[in-house]
């Protein structure tokens, strides 16, 4: 997911983005999604800071969203500080954990240089305007380690879901949906890797995190009407002709997969989604 222009603006309020207005649409819908992507963040963060792990280190979570890092930093011993540049979201994230919360945006975070020990970004650099001065930036204000999870481009069962639904539709994203190549990068493995090393961080680990997200269709569906993510923006793009023809695209293809599922063994209401996500974690040098 790509940003408006207005995100790369002068301050926090000017680069909410498409965050702004969604926050209770996307922590009722795509947030347990991006949940599932915290204890592979924070065990890579634990690793890179070395012995003693999270216990007492002063922890800056960027782009807290509905404050799920941060709550689980602060149960393994972390002295957490939470940003986001959405007011809503920072307020949920505020409610979720002990611990200091700003309005800030990447790449200009208000903090002097390794003003914290370990700074983590949950599934913020994969939609940032300018990812690599977004990295930069989390390596400047840390001292010790830097984490952060992606979404990787390659084939995963929500994304496929969601991309069929908008084929079957006939629906096509807004435009500036994606990153000029000049600004992208590779979206793997290997691709966050080389981000955090360009970056100038030193050892750096990455791997692929694998998880179950199960989700309620009408529940995920709440965030999609409500604007979240490429398929939200394209809902919300379309005359009501449009956003019926998506609503029934969408029913039929998770109507599809619910079939699969039974057939598997696996039945019930729920969507039952093998997710894959990308960490990577460095020190500082
Ligand atoms: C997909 S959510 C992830 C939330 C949380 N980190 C998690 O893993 O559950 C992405 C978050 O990044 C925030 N965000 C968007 N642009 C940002 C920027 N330029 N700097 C920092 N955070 C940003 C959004 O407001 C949103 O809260």
Redesign the pocket.
Known sequence: MS?AAG?RGGNAED???H?SGIAQA?AAS??SL??G??PGLLDAAEAAAGAGGLMGRRLL??????G??AAEAVRRGAAVTA????PE?LTLGAAAFEGPTLL????DLPFGDASYDVVV????VN??GDPRA?VRELVRVASTAVAV?IWPSGPRPSATLLEETLRRAGAQPPPGTRLPAELDFERSVPGLGALLQEAGLADVVTAELRFPWRIAPQTWWTGIAGGVGVVGRTYLAQDDAGRARLRAAYDDVVGERLADQARQGRSGTELDLDEVAVVAAGRHP
């Open positions: 940003t995100e680069r909410t983005g965050w996307y795509f947030a991006c949940h992507g915290v979570d960027v782009g807290t969203g509905t799920a890092v940003v986001d540049p959405d979201l800030a945006a990447l790449p970004a949950g599934f913020v939609q940032l977004g999870t």
